[in-house]
């Protein structure tokens, strides 16, 4: 981003612009035929309809037809309709897409609808007003006649700045200055009105989801977390003494959180062994007269030479013994719980009411919230002590401040040690390289940019740490948080950065000795300059960088590389495929900078607003066929991201409300700009009634509605035993089978039979204990039964995944 | 104080600080000496001790002995002792203080107390490191030798701008800032160590004083706002249903609010009539000769003469079947109930939870809340609709600003108004008066201080105003609200306008066109220099209006004049007694302008710091005095104002570190500064982690508490029957009569022995319902309850004094 950004910063003129046009137009349409192509070949088939297999609904190609049939489609027919993904991914309706990719995905598209629907008519308006208004303003014509030197173009010409204290007839700039006033109201009311809409919308669907939503866990159970330690009693009696007394017509059990990150590191290691083992078991199938050798340093890279089947089929042994050794060791060593429990209730309404009270005088313990989906649950968080989150949270809020505004200072420190005599210095054997005149020309010229690039390409990463140093709970909040940083970021570095000169921290210093009246004004008058600027930077990042996402290059780069070295069963490949998933952090900050592009350049340069709503109307397509096809959601939070969505909508809106005020001012037209000042302060007061009248239904359980379910439940069906239900839901994934986990579980069957002795219930009767009687059963014998499944699931070997590998 | 202010602003020298502190201890001592006098005086025994009479421990002096002792006291022993009440005041220990005045109170002298806690150090280590550090500082005498005209007294010789660039040794200079700066530091860490303590320390009574509280209405109890209208069902139906439903087992019962505002008018102007019929029929019993006359129009200044006894007699009656009938209108008119609703529950338990939890999906119906005590209930705005709601205080937020900074406005178009024309112009009637030389020069000369004056009285009811706009529901929640405004507006218009000249719009639209960096600048370099204003202002407003507060000037005028007109009997008598009450909304704010401005001059102007000290000590002493002795509470609300107080101080903290960064940045010492950065940051995440340790013990009941003041009563009392003792708390206080509603009610007693047949349940008995059974009561037959208890009030006559002729 930062190179390419930097590059077309120098383009300006319109040509300049049609080029960049052509080039990027083509460049994207390129894309579009690659992917034609690509997805059309059965091999790439599990690249490009991931979702398909985790359904069940699609089967691998490779089984019917001839061999070549099996890696290339030869239907020519299919290649001439290479568009027709397109109506294709238009047609599934909305509320089949809701349940064929879940409400998040769902409305995920619709942030992209939204743009459509806030800048259709905001561009219809502009260019039937503002632009003849602009265009006939002869400011730089007059401006020409005094200084021949001024350079303008067509763009310029179509934007505000060509209506400005020109010396014709101040009456007739005063009207063209009020017509933009007007149009700023009456975008700021359609975009509310959009906005408004949009939420009502979100909400119903939201409402309407949670209603329909079959049975989850999470719905009867909260989080504890600071459970205060007590000597008498374990975590585990305190947790049950506590809610029994506290809650006594409705707790019905809990699960205590193992401290197991120890245990999750080994696994996710013996998974990689296992990969090493399977891959050198294939190379030795495919030529059975060579056993395949390794070396036992790191990576292979060095050490003695060993056979690489034995050897890593003999660490997977050590490994295994070690795992089981730790296992035992978390699961029988008090030390090894944290104090924090997830708690289950034998209603929603008893988990509605324990998640929204305070539970203790004291507002540091017994801390009680929904607990996230068994997926969304970020597991080393849970330990964390209360006064340790403050101090973590104050330290990452520093951190986020210079991570915004400092980046700059150790980036150009690096820059500055990445040199050719350092390179010669410290790694000398690239030295014959470095010392080729044109290997030494390009690390000079690039190096720098490429540090940044790494830099930009790491960001993600670095804020999804912080986030998580931060101390949430689920994976859910972690993105969330995520997003808010990110979008900071991209305001403040690319948004600012690009509108005014120097770095964010040059900035800032500017700002703070600038009156706050000036700010505005300074970052409004360059505004107009940048309109080509951000026009090209729609194309490359937003045109472009769409329809890179539909080609998916790097999923379908390492399943290949994985499907020739790793895969042996259909299991496996089914492994290989790596369906991805909404990259909430990333994307959603990046449609909220194109939201507060065209906010800002609605009343200033309206030319720039057809871009904007063409990378809306793309990227819908695009992530409507992706989410359709491809993604495959980690979690389902049933869309609790909207309030960020639409906050972040209105502080684009109010801040390009400032901008023009700010650029107004420059226009002399005092008593113009006072109009505008009710426009934030009604806007701001829009976003608190929208916040009142809809944000707690994202943030809050009602409990109507848990009692209706609760009701209906009982009436349809009186037999459920919720206990066993619930029993192992909250269990450390590491605790449990990959299969069990991963595969929506079978109890469902068992609850409606509670007479039928199933394998289940069976395994408890061989240890003894008759658990019939719910209120007999203590977190003792639960334990005991956990350790069992701990201990048959590591003997089911090589298959384990986690939900812990794929964070 | 706005007149006294500006002419306190003239004066500067140290000689007239100590001619104005020799004014001002005069005063406030010749006050103290009256008071002293006035106190031991049995005719002023209700003025001065109003609360034991209204405990019941003290009884009328006039009971006993001579004719003239029952007015004079001739002891002159208890002269001599004339302080003595200063260590009476200090002798009450403080947990039977709260068991005398309730928490309120207690917690509110506590706020004195921490201002000494704070103080007292703080003077102490200013006095020994930082008045030496400036005294030797030599900046005036350098500078005096360069500028002959430079004038500077000694208290600005103990101040920072002692040290500053001077030319001797910049080593030195650099150290004595440090000194400073190190000093900041330990002021902070002091300061937030004594608020965390007291934060700490109050919470604990808090909790203390719940648990211990005996059984209130308002425990059980939650208010319901925003019913949803609904076609088939009445309010009180719908209610009834929803709870039913949705809490099916803690709903008990509920009381439908009525709209009496009318009614309440009129209860109020019968007060008034009532009490004219008794001046009248006293004055015709002193005088048995001649019956009273009075006029029939406006306050009996016109009209026709009447007989002024049968006048009032007819007039009483008269309104007496208005009011009877208004009565039954409200009563059985749908219409007039508003869609809010008093809900119980059969425990605290259940109360709890439904007042922290969200009832419906829509957040903007079905609102529940802790209900506020039942004398606590501000019961015009319970009807407010839910956007009525946000526009009120959308309207509100910008009256405030206005308030705040263009208050002077309207009182300078006043002051125009109100010169020697227009008043000869529209009130010719006064012309011979103002034509007198001298009346002329004072209503030119004062007038329009007069006019500001009488602004700043109003000032209060102006806010208190605002705030019952905003639609607050509870008298406590208006009282909080008003000093948050209240304290904006000294902040803005006293402290910043006492050190910036302009009005404060000047200041703001200064600001604005000011660099955020320059604001504290220009603020801190003038800070030094109003030190000795400050200490005026301290001794002016702090020392003598302490002392006018013991004295009781106006309620001991009002009394002597309702005892010699009003009273007739022992009962009137104790009418016409008014205790007062502790006026929150105006005094918290004040206590911390002193907080504030020691805080800033802690280590500026350390002089200034005594005064302070000598301020919250004195009124320590007195508002114990005051609270032991005469203050009668409306209300309880168990210091839940404690959270506003620690934020509002660590406002001032904060303020109080830019302003001295500011000032430090004028030194030249830029590399000094930097030091300061890291405080303002340290303080606010203090208060965050304050906040979150604990504040939502002032907010929220816990579940834990809850549950254990449940058992503790289910094992005491089991035959408690919790809807009786419910079922008129929160009735309307016109539909109640005036004893019931005034005093401690007797059901307690009644409710221990359920099958003993009182008064109350005979009364029901006789309307031929039998009540025992719960389930069976409808809302119906409450109703029909009311309008007899409403029609038998209205009946029992005279004495109707009620909560709403308080406010």
Not at 48 to 67: A, M, V
Not at 230 to 242: A, L, T
Not at 346 to 353: D, I, N, Q, T
Request: proline letters at 5%.
């Amino acid at each position: 981003m930062g190179g390419v950004w930097s590059w077309i910063k120098n383009m300006a003129s319109l040509s300049d612009i049609a080029v960049s046009a052509a080039i990027n137009c083509l460049s994207a349409v390129l894309f579009l035929v690659a992917f034609a192509i690509l997805r059309l070949q059965p091999i790439n088939d599990r690249v490009y309809f991931p979702k398909w297999y985790l359904k069940g609904i699609r089967d691998s190609p490779t089984s019917s037809g001839t061999y070549v049939k099996k890696f290339v489609n030869l239907d020519v027919k299919m290649y001439l309709k290479f568009l027709n993904w397109m109506p294709a991914a238009l047609r599934m309706p909305e509320p089949e897409l809701i349940e064929h990719a879940g409400l998040d995905s769902a409305v995920y598209v619709r942030i992209y609808l939204l743009g459509l629907k806030i800048f259709c008519p905001i561009t219809l308006l502009a260019f039937g007003v503002l632009v003849p208004v602009n265009y006939t303003g002869e400011n730089f014509e007059e401006m020409r006649v005094n200084r021949r030197d001024l350079t303008y173009n067509d763009i310029d010409k179509l934007s505000i700045s060509n209506v400005a204290p020109g010396s014709r007839s101040a009456a007739i700039i005063i009207i063209r200055l009020y017509a933009h006033i007007v149009m700023a109201y009456v975008f700021t009311l359609w975009t509310c009105y959009a906005l408004y809409n949009e939420y009502r919308i979100v909400t119903k669907m939201r409402l309407h989801f949670l209603a329909a939503e079959r049975r989850r866990p999470d719905q009867f159970t909260v989080l504890v977390r600071n459970v205060p330690p007590d000597d008498d009693e374990s975590i585990s009696e305190h947790v049950e003494h506590f809610f029994c007394v506290n809650h006594p017509d409705h707790y019905l059990s809990h699960q205590v959180v193992y401290n197991a990150n120890a245990l999750a590191d080994m696994v996710i290691m013996k998974k990689t062994l296992q990969n090493w083992l399977t891959y050198y078991t294939n190379k030795f199938e495919r030529n059975p007269n060579k056993r395949p050798t390794t070396k036992t340093g790191f990576l292979g890279l060095w050490g003695k030479h060993v056979d690489a089947i034995d050897f890593y089929t003999q660490q997977i042994e050590a490994l295994s013994k070690e795992e089981e050794a730790e296992r035992e060791r978390v699961l029988n060593d008090a030390n090894a719980i944290v104090p924090a429990a997830f708690v289950s209730f034998k209603s929603r309404w008893g988990a509605a009411v324990c998640a929204q009270t305070q539970q203790s005088n004291n507002p540091t313990i017994w801390l009680t919230d929904w607990a996230p989906e068994p997926r969304d649950v970020y597991w080393d968080n849970l330990r964390i002590p209360y006064v340790e989150l403050k101090l973590r949270r104050l330290l990452m809020s520093v951190a986020l401040f210079g991570l915004t505004f400092c980046f700059m200072v150790p980036i150009a420190f690096v820059q500055t040690l990445a040199n050719i005599e350092s390179i010669q210095k410290y790694l000398p054997f690239m030295k014959p390289l470095i010392e080729i005149e044109s290997v030494k020309a390009i690390i000079q010229g690039y190096l720098p940019g490429i540090i940044l690039k790494i830099f930009l390409i790491l960001l993600p990463t670095i804020i999804m740490t912080m986030s998580k140093i931060e101390g949430f709970t689920a994976l859910s909040a972690l993105e969330t948080r995520s997003a808010g940083k990110y979008y900071l970021f991209l305001l403040v570095n690319v948004f600012l950065g690009s509108i005014i000169t120097g770095t964010a921290l040059q900035q800032l210093q500017g700002f703070l000795n600038q009156s706050p009246t000036m700010i505005p004004q300074t970052v409004g008058v360059s505004i107009p300059m940048k309109a080509t600027f951000f026009i090209t930077y729609v194309m490359v990042d937003g045109w472009s960088g769409i329809a890179a996402e539909i080609l998916r290059l790097v999923p379908l780069v390492v399943f290949h590389l994985k499907n020739t070295f790793l895969v042996k069963t259909e299991k496996d490949r089914e492994q290989a495929m790596d369906p991805g998933s909404l990259t909430w952090a990333i994307s959603e900050p990046r449609i909220q900078l194109y939201f507060l592009l065209g906010l800002v350049y609605s009343t200033v340069t309206p030319i720039l607003l057809p871009f904007i709503v063409v990378f809306f109307a793309f990227s819908f397509l695009v992530f409507r066929h992706q989410i359709i096809n491809v993604y495959d959601q980690k979690y389902e939070s049933g869309a609790t991201f909207w309030p960020d969505v639409h906050r972040r909508i209105i502080i684009g809106l109010i801040l390009s409300q400032f901008l023009f005020l700010g650029l107004l001012n420059t226009k002399k037209a005092y008593n113009a700009t006072y109009f505008l000042i009710p426009l934030p302060i009604l806007t701001f007061w829009f976003f608190r009634v929208c916040k009142g009248r809809f944000e707690s239904q994202f943030k809050k359980f009602p409990l109507e509605d848990a009692m209706k379910k609760d009701t209906l439940e009982k009436a349809t069906e009186p037999n459920l035993n919720i206990k066993t239900y619930l029993q192992d839901a909250y269990v450390h994934p590491v605790f449990k089978g990959a299969i069990e986990f991963e595969r929506p579980r079978v109890i469902d069957e068992e609850e409606n039979n509670p007479l039928v002795l199933t394998k289940r219930s069976f395994h408890r009767h061989h240890h003894g204990k008759q658990k019939q009687e719910e209120e007999e059963d203590t977190s003792e014998d639960r334990m005991e039964t956990l350790s069992s499944k701990g201990g048959s699931t590591s003997k089911a070997g090589p298959t384990v995944i986690t939900a812990q590998d794929k964070l």
